[in-house]
């Protein structure tokens, strides 16, 4: 049924901004250094002709969306194309409705087609593009449709994922996996949120396989720009109580031993919690089991403070099917690069997964969409990060304020690049700084994704492209 809310994306421009980080990031075999940030500014109009702006910006992290052995310029520059390549064609598109459902009409009918497009422009010798690389392209204008759709009703975008605004429930979406006890006729997305979002979350700073832990770690090189070098150091200045632990993946000595050094100063400094994401590094569980086993025996407490295991298997859950029981019945096992749709959360769970790690820069609408499926199926959430900076962090803290996560929320921009948001941190501090442990969204403003641009005031470079209906 059409409704008087429905918008179409009238207009959009996308900003392309350089960040470089203070110290390297690691993910799997390669180092980050530095990321494009892809911004959208978007115009929803609604069948009444009322219209609004809404903002949307994700981090082209080219190390983790499109891992491999091609030149990273080469990836970044096709990331970028595309990027502009799916904020034209959702111009073009010219579809109407709630942003959810343009959002999954978007990724589920159109996006294929782009990535065969763009292959075929290519002369189809070149690799295609991944399936999750593609959807951090479409995700700035996604984010942005969401919150010009909240602006426009003089709402936050959460307040309206239901019955009053959309035109379908999540029957129309989802499908149950096959003997579960569950339907989604008559359901529309608030059913799976908090019924008042947090305002506070718990922050998970990562522990990145190349950051020091102690002073014996330092090799001179490391910058003097006022901000903590050593684990120690973060720990004492932002409270923290939980700490994300990066592995190898292909040297359990090295493994073993990095999460029994991070886990004893975490119990001399009063951390209550640890993950250990082996980064898609891993091919057998035994290899998993083996970690845990070891850390069972020699550090009990260590293990004890294991909250999950995140996503230690290949990216392509479908071509590598490796059954996962035994890591998850040592400890939760969550899901991150493989989820990249509900259908791949469902696979997932055949195999032994307990948990999903929502990411925003999937798709706002993508995310909310699998948050919904995997608690219907009794499985764990998470939101993790992308390092994400300036108005990235925003939504990405939004959808765990509004998700019942395992526990609070990842956030490592502070750490990698914190003064790449000194314009955003000016109206929202502490939603750019870890303070007692966690982070604080009451800055936030009462529409759409609370944004607050105009307050914010960051200067932007002429737009990369300029997109109208």
């Known amino acids: 049924m059409a409704r008087a809310?429905?918008?179409?994306?009238?207009?959009?421009?996308?900003?392309?901004?350089?960040?470089?980080?203070?110290?390297?990031?690691k993910f799997g075999p390669e180092a980050l250094t530095s990321v494009i940030c892809a911004r959208v500014r978007a115009v929803a109009e609604d069948r009444l002709g009322r219209r609004a702006e809404?903002?949307?910006?994700?981090?082209?992290?080219?190390?983790?969306v499109w891992p491999g052995?091609?030149?990273?310029?080469?990836?970044?520059?096709?990331?970028?194309?595309?990027?502009?390549?799916?904020?034209?064609?959702?111009?073009?598109?010219?579809?109407?409705?709630?942003?959810?459902e343009l959002g999954h009409e978007f990724v589920e009918r159109r996006l294929?087609?782009?990535?065969?497009?763009?292959?075929?422009?290519?002369?189809?010798?070149?690799?295609?593009?991944?399936r999750l690389a593609a959807l951090v392209c479409c995700s700035p204008l996604d984010q942005a449709a969401h919150d010009a759709y909240g602006k426009l009703h003089g709402l936050p975008s959460y307040a309206t994922y239901n019955a009053r605004f959309m035109n379908r429930d999540l029957g129309d979406f989802l499908e149950p996996a096959p003997g579960a006890d569950v339907s989604f006729k008559g359901l529309y997305p608030d059913r799976f949120l908090r019924p008042e979002p947090l305002r506070r979350l718990r922050a998970w700073h990562l522990v990145g396989g190349l950051d020091p832990i102690s002073s014996e770690d330092l090799t001179g090189e490391e910058p003097e720009d006022g901000w903590p070098t050593l684990l120690e150091d973060w720990i004492l200045q932002d409270g923290l109580k939980c700490l994300k632990v990066k592995l190898r993946g292909n040297d359990e000595e090295w493994d073993c031993e990095r999460l029994l050094r991070v886990g004893r100063l975490a119990l001399q400094r009063d951390v209550d919690?640890?993950?250990?994401?082996?980064?898609?590094?891993?091919?057998?569980?035994?290899?998993?089991?083996?970690?845990?086993?070891?850390?069972?025996?020699?550090?009990?407490?260590?293990?004890?403070?294991?909250?999950?295991?995140?996503?230690?298997?290949?990216?392509?859950l479908e071509?590598?099917?490796?059954?996962?029981?035994?890591?998850?019945?040592?400890?939760?096992?969550?899901?991150?690069?493989?989820?990249?749709?509900?259908?791949?959360?469902r696979l997932g769970r055949v195999l032994g997964w307990s948990g999903v790690a929502l990411k925003t820069c999937k798709t706002q609408s993508g995310a909310i969409l699998?948050?919904?499926?995997?608690?219907?199926?009794?499985?764990?959430?998470?939101?993790?990060?992308?390092?994400?900076?300036?108005?990235?962090?925003?939504?990405?803290?939004?959808?765990?304020?509004?998700?019942?996560?395992?526990?609070g929320v990842e956030t490592n921009c502070m750490q990698f690049y914190p003064a790449a948001s000194d314009y955003e941190?000016?109206?929202?501090?502490?939603?750019?700084?870890?303070?007692?442990?966690?982070?604080?969204?009451?800055?936030?403003?009462?529409?759409?994704?609370?944004?607050?641009?105009?307050?914010?005031?960051?200067?932007?470079?002429?737009?990369a492209l300029v997109a109208a209906a």
């Open 5 to 25: 809310t429905d918008v179409r994306i009238r207009e959009a421009a996308l900003y392309f901004l350089p960040v470089r980080t203070r110290v390297p990031l």
């Open 54 to 64: 809404g903002w949307g910006e994700t981090p082209l992290s080219v190390q983790w």
């Open 69 to 100: 052995e091609l030149p990273y310029d080469y990836r970044c520059e096709r990331l970028k194309a595309f990027t502009a390549r799916a904020v034209r064609a959702w111009g073009d598109w010219g579809g109407l409705g709630h942003p959810i």
């Open 112 to 130: 294929p087609a782009l990535v065969e497009e763009e292959r075929a422009e290519r002369g189809g010798g070149e690799p295609p593009l991944p």
């Open 273 to 316: 919690w640890l993950s250990a994401d082996f980064n898609c590094t891993v091919n057998e569980p035994a290899y998993v089991n083996r970690v845990l086993d070891r850390l069972r025996d020699e550090a009990p407490r260590v293990y004890g403070m294991i909250l999950y295991v995140e996503q230690p298997f290949p990216y392509d």
């Open 319 to 345: 071509a590598r099917r490796i059954d996962a029981h035994s890591v998850s019945a040592r400890k939760p096992l969550f899901l991150d690069e493989s989820a990249h749709d509900w259908r791949l959360i």
């Open 370 to 407: 699998a948050a919904c499926w995997a608690q219907a199926h009794g499985m764990g959430l998470m939101v993790q990060d992308l390092t994400n900076p300036m108005l990235a962090q925003i939504p990405h803290l939004l959808l765990a304020a509004h998700v019942p996560t395992i526990m």
């Open 425 to 463: 941190a000016r109206v929202h501090p502490d939603i750019y700084r870890r303070r007692e442990g966690a982070v604080d969204l009451s800055t936030l403003g009462p529409t759409g994704f609370g944004y607050r641009v105009e307050e914010i005031g960051r200067p932007l470079p002429e737009p």
